[in-house]
Every structure is written in structure tokens, then in C-alpha cells.
């Protein structure tokens, strides 16, 4: 039986924008769980020839439970970028969503650095929503439950 949501890895080429946009987020980096994989025993498990990757842990501190990002930062085989990864009509991936507190200041302070806001407001479900576009291009919602909208 599933306990929680354990984490979500994103495969990235510019590793310091990345951790810059989570920041933002408020994710820190865990630096003891920073490192590099390679050899193996990771191309085995991950199905990847040849591989090796930066890998980033981040956290949200003090979030119960517990729920981390992962980066990877591939220094080999080059990294394959997905032409569709920011349409939400394909099959696969579409989003992740984050609950917040305050929606608004959230994607005010987002704008104010620079992120991409990709739709406007929407009430929907007891919640309000907005759209954003993360790493390489990835679709992030934010969700603020409790709110007619």
C-alpha cells in the first residue's frame, strides 16, 4: 500500500537555473545527498549506457511528509530533449501540482523573477490554480485549496 509521494526527478541542462527556480519555491538543497552517479550499477538500474549525472537533491525543510526533487544533470550520454514537453496533450507526463498558502503572492513573487505564468487564475474545486513553467520547459501548478474561485 502506498504511503506518500516520494519524489520527482527532473533531467536538466542548466543545473543552476534549475536549483534557482526551486528556490523559489522554497526547496534547499540537501548537500549530503548531493553527488554524482555513474558506473554499472546505475546505467543498469536506470537503463542508461554510459551514464553519468549530477544528482541534486532537494527539499522542502520541515514539509511532513517528506517530498523531494531530484535534478540530474547528465554529463554523459548527452541529455535527448522532448520537443512536446510543454504541451499538456500528449500522453505521458503533464504536470506536477503544488499546494501553497497563498497563491497569489506565490506567483507574484515568481513573475518578479522572471518565471512564466502560463495561465491566468482558475477556481476550480475549492482551490485556485495557476499554471507556470519550470525547468526545461516542464508544467508546475500551484493549487490554494480552501477558496471559492
Same mark, same amino acid.
Given at each position: 500500500?502506498?504511503?506518500?509521494?516520494?519524489?520527482?526527478?527532473?533531467?536538466?541542462?542548466?543545473?543552476?537555473?534549475?536549483?534557482?527556480?526551486?528556490?523559489?519555491?522554497?526547496?534547499?538543497?540537501? #548537500?549530503?545527498?548531493?553527488?554524482? &552517479?555513474?558506473?554499472? *550499477?546505475?546505467?543498469?538500474?536506470?537503463? %542508461? /549506457?554510459? @551514464?553519468?549525472?549530477?544528482?541534486?537533491?532537494?527539499?522542502?525543510?520541515?514539509?511532513?511528509?517528506?517530498?523531494?526533487?531530484?535534478?540530474?544533470?547528465?554529463?554523459?550520454?548527452?541529455?535527448?530533449?522532448?520537443?512536446?514537453?510543454?504541451?499538456?496533450? #500528449?500522453?505521458?507526463?503533464?504536470? &506536477?501540482?503544488?499546494? *501553497?498558502?497563498?497563491?497569489?503572492?506565490? %506567483? /507574484?513573487? @515568481?513573475?518578479?523573477?522572471?518565471?512564466?505564468?502560463?495561465?491566468?487564475?482558475?477556481?476550480?474545486?475549492?482551490?485556485?490554480?495557476?499554471?507556470?513553467?519550470?525547468?526545461?520547459?516542464?508544467?508546475?501548478?500551484?493549487?490554494?485549496?480552501?477558496?471559492?474561485?
Amino acid at each position: 500500500m502506498i504511503q506518500s509521494f516520494d519524489h520527482c526527478t527532473i533531467a536538466v541542462r542548466d543545473l543552476d537555473a534549475a536549483r534557482s527556480f526551486f528556490s523559489l519555491l522554497g526547496f534547499e538543497e540537501e #548537500k549530503q545527498k548531493t553527488t554524482v &552517479i555513474k558506473g554499472e *550499477v546505475f546505467a543498469g538500474y536506470m537503463g %542508461v /549506457e554510459n @551514464l553519468e549525472a549530477d544528482h541534486v537533491t532537494l527539499v522542502v525543510p520541515g514539509l511532513s511528509p517528506r517530498f523531494e526533487i531530484q535534478l540530474l544533470h547528465y554529463r554523459n550520454p548527452e541529455v535527448v530533449v522532448d520537443p512536446l514537453c510543454t504541451r499538456l496533450d #500528449k500522453t505521458g507526463y503533464n504536470h &506536477i501540482c503544488f499546494k *501553497v498558502n497563498d497563491a497569489e503572492a506565490m %506567483v /507574484e513573487r @515568481l513573475k518578479s523573477n522572471g518565471v512564466e505564468v502560463r495561465s491566468e487564475l482558475k477556481g476550480f474545486h475549492d482551490r485556485l490554480l495557476y499554471f507556470i513553467t519550470g525547468p526545461e520547459g516542464i508544467t508546475i501548478e500551484l493549487a490554494q485549496w480552501g477558496v471559492e474561485g
